[in-house]
């Protein structure tokens, strides 16, 4: 009864918009974790990175628990050394992380790669 009395406070969402095709592989690149997997030679989460223009993913073992630092680390020896920097990076976890990663990044892309 109390449930169909309040009312929702939030404006209601619009249609999703598709985010665009880019013009080139690896300019934007989507960042997801697979979790809570059998441990194999102590890794249990994948790092997912996958091309938004070929589709072509890499994965990326790790041991949970991680941080943003090794994640960042992770992304540039696994990909910015073979295809560069991207121009956007869609992260599909949490926001914390999502922040942490994108200082951590930087920081190791001026000290490794000047």
């Given amino acids: 009864m109390c449930q169909q009395a309040k009312v ?10 598709p985010l665009p095709v880019p013009d080139q592989a690896w300019y934007v690149v989507s960042l997801d974790f697979i979790e809570g997997l059998p441990k194999s030679q102590h890794y249990d989460t ?23 630092p090794e994640v960042a ?11 560069g920097m991207p121009t956007v990076i869609i992260f599909d976890s949490d926001k914390i992380l999502q922040a942490h990663f994108g200082e951590s990044y930087s920081r190791q892309l001026t000290l490794h790669y000047p």
């Fill in 8 to 17: 929702e406070h939030v404006k209601l969402p619009g249609l999703l918009q």
């Fill in 46 to 68: 994948i790092l997912m990175v996958i091309d938004k223009f070929s589709k072509y993913g890499l994965f990326i073992p790790l041991i949970h628990p991680f941080n943003a």
């Fill in 73 to 83: 680390h992770l992304f540039l020896a696994n990909v910015y050394k073979l295809h």
